[in-house]
């Protein structure tokens, strides 16, 4: 079935250093791909979105790129700061339905 | 309100009791959907709601799982006889109609079983 898996965790880094958390897909047909974050006591929220090909999909500094030949939808930023501490999830669209498909989510945690 | 609203925050309750979960979704959104995250296993989907349409169910875990949503607003999750493998938070959200994967979280409930 339609499944997302990403990097485990925790992720721990210094301020300034830059970010890569991998996320791979298994689907049928061509989903849309999401990151979402999750920021200490706050709810989950939308980061960014593809839903094709070799877009990319860019927020707050966040990237990632659709690759279908990889099956990958990795999250970067060139240069994290303490405020990006979160847990991010990578996510699928079940083509055809409205059911998001989430990954088991990644904790970050940046020094300063 | 703002935002997608869940009560309560926090429930802890004995092995083999029922309890209700409830969730006020953003005025207008069409869909409702809720996930269970458990601790080192991520998001868990149990079921969406879209209009009048006949609910997906397909990710409730057991028959001891079971929702509502009366007059395409509230929802209510229910878990009778609850075990200790129900502890987690759960997660309602909800999306207007054609939002294509943008979801609007609320803060959850953190259930416990003791």
């Known amino acids: 079935g339609d499944s997302v898996t990403q990097m485990e965790g925790p992720v721990t880094l210094s301020e300034e250093a830059f970010l890569t958390i991998n996320c791979t897909y298994t689907?049928?047909?061509?989903?849309?791909l999401f990151w979402y974050v999750q920021y200490p006591g706050e709810g989950l929220q939308l980061l960014l979105k593809?839903?094709?090909?070799?877009d990319k999909g860019s927020n707050k500094g966040f990237e990632a790129t659709y690759r279908k030949e990889t099956t990958s939808f990795h999250l970067e930023k060139g240069s994290v700061q303490v405020s990006d501490s979160a847990v991010y999830f990578c996510a699928l669209l079940i083509q055809g339905a409205q059911k998001l498909v989430f990954g088991q989510g990644t904790r970050l945690t940046i020094n300063p | 309100g703002a935002g997608v609203s869940q009560s309560p925050s926090n429930k802890v309750t004995e092995k083999g009791k029922d309890v209700e979960l409830r969730c006020d979704p953003i005025?207008?959104?069409?869909?409702l959907y809720w996930y269970r995250q458990s601790l080192g296993q991520g998001l868990e989907f149990l079921i969406y709601f879209q209009g009048n349409s006949a609910p997906d169910k397909s990710g409730l875990p057991s028959d001891r799982f079971s929702a509502e949503r009366t007059g395409g607003s509230v929802s209510t999750l229910t878990i009778q006889r609850t075990q200790q493998e129900d502890s987690a938070v759960y997660l309602c959200?909800?999306?207007?109609?054609?939002?294509?994967?943008?979801?609007?979280f609320g803060s959850g409930t953190q259930l416990s079983v003791l």
């Open positions: 593809a839903t094709k090909a070799d």
């Open positions: 689907a049928t047909g061509y989903p849309s």
């Open positions: 959200a909800s999306s207007p109609e054609g939002g294509n994967g943008k979801l609007f």
């Open positions: 005025s207008g959104h069409t869909a």
